[in-house]
Structures are given as C-alpha cells and as structure tokens.
C-alpha cells in the first residue's frame, strides 16, 4: 500500500485494514503483558510503524493528522510518529498539545520523546516546554518532560536544572518515579562528579533514590567500587 499518495478522505478504512493485515499475534500478546493501556493493540512491531509514519509524512500527512481516530495503540502510535517528523516549530505546535492528552502508556510516551529530533532544534523553547509538563499534576505530561531531559538535555550545563526539578517532583507515580531514576542514572554515567554531588543533598523519595543506585550498579559504565560506594546513598 503506498501511503505517499493514498487518498486519505476516501480510503482510510482500506489502511485500517491494511494494518488488521500486518499485525503480528504473538508480539501482540507480548506488548499486552508489558503496556498497560485503553486502545486496542493490532500488534505491529516499532520499525515498521516507523516506516508507515515516514511513508505518511512523505504525503498528505495533515489529512492523516486531521482524521480523529484512536481506535488502536498502533494509530496513536503513528499520530505521534507522524508529528515527530514536522520540522516547523508552529505547525508542530498546533499538533502537539492535543497529542499529549492521547498518552496514556510509558512506550507511547517514549517512543514519542525520542523521535522528537526537533528539540534538537529548539533546546532554549523546549526547555519551556518541560517546565510546564512538569508542573502538572498528569503522570504522562510528567514523564514526558523527564524522558526529553533524558533524551536531549543530559548534558553538563543542564545538570543543575535536572537536579532541580528532579528534587522538587513529589510522587508516588511509578511511572514518573522510574522516569526520574532513568534519567539520573544517565546523568551519573556521564557526569560522575557532579550526580555524587547531588546525591550527598538531595530530596529523593527511597523509591527513587534506591532505584537510581540500582540502575547504575547494573551500568557495566561505572567500576566496581564505585558501585560499592554508592550503597551508602540508599535510605
């Protein structure tokens, strides 16, 4: 199905079918066990999502966008995709926003995040961007402002506003918590230093703290005594 040139108003129900036909059973059983979400899965492997997105992106991408229907994982998978892809900051904008409110599962969030090369772009706008998704109090909005800290901004002149916000989020979210592990466990791995630092004056929950040691003691980056020495940062 060539998805540059399809006719999105007078053949969509032709692609749904089309990705009823490529849907895999087995890796749909297994995205069930480990996704927790409200949309139906098909069961269609990343890459080839991928694929599809950059085939729609290549077409008429905004009758696509504008076609409201979330009837399966796969299709918020691919909105999300799709979006990833526009490289003006307005129209990314206009789509953005009302993408977040789709989120409702860590793989969803994730995979959005690190396709988002735009950021890369458009650090100083992103920046405030995040501050408002960490401000609120929704657990996708939350760790979709940590996963593009950790995807964009681990960098050492970002250090201490990751610290800072990491320090100031207080939630019993699992997902949030996770997110805020990951990240500073990256933040270790690349700036030892300064994550020690702020490990001997944090605010951590002992999830979260106990967590990070965890991730970084599995690091096959960090040496053996140091791993070590880490364990007197648990609480």
Do not use: H
């Not at 032709?14 to 069930?32: A, C, P, S």
């Not at 890369?120 to 995040?130: E, G, L, P, S």
């Not at 002992?206 to 053996?224: G, P």
Request: hydrophobic share 40%.
């Amino acid at each position: 199905m060539d998805l540059k040139i399809i006719n999105w108003n007078e053949d969509y129900d032709k692609f749904i079918n089309y990705l009823i036909e490529i849907k895999d059973n087995k890796y749909q059983e297994f995205n069930k066990k480990i996704i927790n979400t409200k949309y139906d899965m098909l069961g269609i492997k990343i890459p080839v999502l991928r694929r599809i997105a950059k085939e729609i992106y290549n077409g008429d991408y905004k009758t696509f966008l504008n076609i409201l229907d979330n009837r399966y994982y796969e299709l918020v998978m691919i909105r999300g995709l799709v979006i990833s892809y526009i490289k003006d900051i307005d129209l990314f904008n206009s789509y953005f926003n009302d993408y977040l409110d789709l989120i409702d599962n860590w793989a969803i969030c994730d995979t959005f995040c690190s396709s988002l090369k735009i950021v890369n772009n458009n650090i100083d706008y992103f920046i405030k961007v995040i501050d408002k998704l960490i401000d609120t109090d929704k657990e996708y909005r939350v760790r979709l402002a940590l996963v593009l800290l950790l995807d964009y901004y681990v960098l050492e002149e970002y250090l201490d506003y990751i610290f800072k916000r990491v320090d100031n989020i207080k939630s019993d979210l699992y997902y949030i918590n996770m997110a805020k592990a990951w990240l500073l466990c990256e933040c270790f791995i690349k700036y030892p230093n300064n994550t020690m630092n702020y490990f001997k004056n944090n605010n951590l929950d002992k999830f979260t703290i106990n967590k990070t040691i965890s991730k970084i003691r599995d690091s096959y980056r960090v040496d053996a005594s140091t791993k070590e020495y880490l364990l007197s940062f648990r609480k």
